[in-house]
């Protein structure tokens, strides 16, 4: 512990254990075990509460610099329901690193203090898949997992709203949303079943057809002014359905490997698909032909586990990510890689693309547990990554610029700073 930290127990109890515990920048910057061997109070007091956050994550930040242990006690305050004392935390100074540039905005998380319950996600298993959408007026967070449910919660307060979608038959791998005749439509893919919702209802509206196995992932776009999706369960084909009808419209063939992730984009007024298969290959077709375009690009080493699109400096762009730990660039006009993000360690398992400030940003999250921010163009990390006690599997990003993370069980919203960059290299 460096001889400038803070130590001075709070005005209120100069000598005890619950100065300490109330004094957040000596909690941030002093040795764990020291902090670890301070008893805290029966009541339920600020001591209390913080004594509970601070042992909720501590598996992950006991052994990590203060900047890190500052992110998860932030977080970890917001999973208790306190997002003031998240903020506070957040504020806190640490030696040569600046102030957060993301603040969590809600998160949830599992119980872990008989004093006081952490904010539920209602999720028992996995979150793997999240999306943003609107019902009724209101801004929510759709959220899939490995338990075979579907939930929905308020992206402002973090409240769930209204119950589950329960009523699937396995394991939901991939979940997104389109309007539907004016009605916004979830859609859910996972163990034999891609199925269609009615969001406001909650209420089935239908099973789309073909599908026999597993799938790991889910698109939708608009193709001849119809809204629709596109699913795939084998490696011979990605079948495309129409939401209204129900229907079955196309297929995209060409492919020899399993489709691990999709994207749509409108390139040349067209809508085209993007995928990344187990083999690592990115292919392209066009939605209105159902042609593949080009040929496939030669992609990662081992499993593509995720892909975005973008248009960068008026070219239409893919950004893939995978079991390489890699995150790659590619121009899909020339058909070639042109530039790679590396920092992970471990899978990539999550990739999205955003405006942030006017300009082009890549969030990415991994098996490690962070989530990092990215400047394609240069090829370099913005700022520090953010660390979650539990792997991140699933992201977006809200047109307003907050971010949704899934990780472990659990879901959180953060919004960015005005200032990235001040959080360092």
Known sequence: MSGDVHMTASASDPSGAEGWWTDLRWLV???PERVLGLPASDAASDARLMAAVYRASVDVHRDAPPWV???????????????????????VSVEDVGAEPWQVLWSTGAQSDPYFRMNPSGHTGGVGAVVTSVSDGRHVVVTGSKDRTVRVRDLETGQPVGGPLNDLDGRVWAVATEVVDGRPCVVTAGDWAVLAWDLATRQRTGELPGINGEVWCLGTAVVRGRPCALASDDDVSVRVWDLASGEQVGELTGHDDFLMAVDTLV??????????????????????????????????????????TAVVG???????????????VWDLA???????????????????TAVIGGELRVVTGGSDGTVCLWEPAAGRQIGRELVFPAPVHALTVTPEGSLVVGFGVDVAVLSLRSDPDSAGP
């Open 29 to 31: 910057n002093a040795d």
């Open 69 to 91: 242990r500052r992110q998860l006690l932030a977080l970890d305050a917001a999973r208790y329901g306190d997002r003031e004392l998240s903020a506070r935390i957040a504020a």
């Open 267 to 308: 390139i040349d007024d067209r809508p085209r698909a993007v995928g990344c298969t187990s083999g690592g290959k990115v292919w392209q077709w066009d939605l209105t032909t159902g042609q593949p375009v080009g040929e496939p690009l030669p992609g990662h080493d081992g499993e593509a586990w995720a892909v975005a």
């Open 314 to 328: 008026g070219r239409a762009h893919a950004i893939t990510a995978g079991h390489d730990a890699t995150v790659r």
């Open 334 to 352: 020339v058909g070639r890689e042109v530039g790679r993000l590396v920092g992970h360690e471990g899978t990539v398992s999550a990739v999205v």
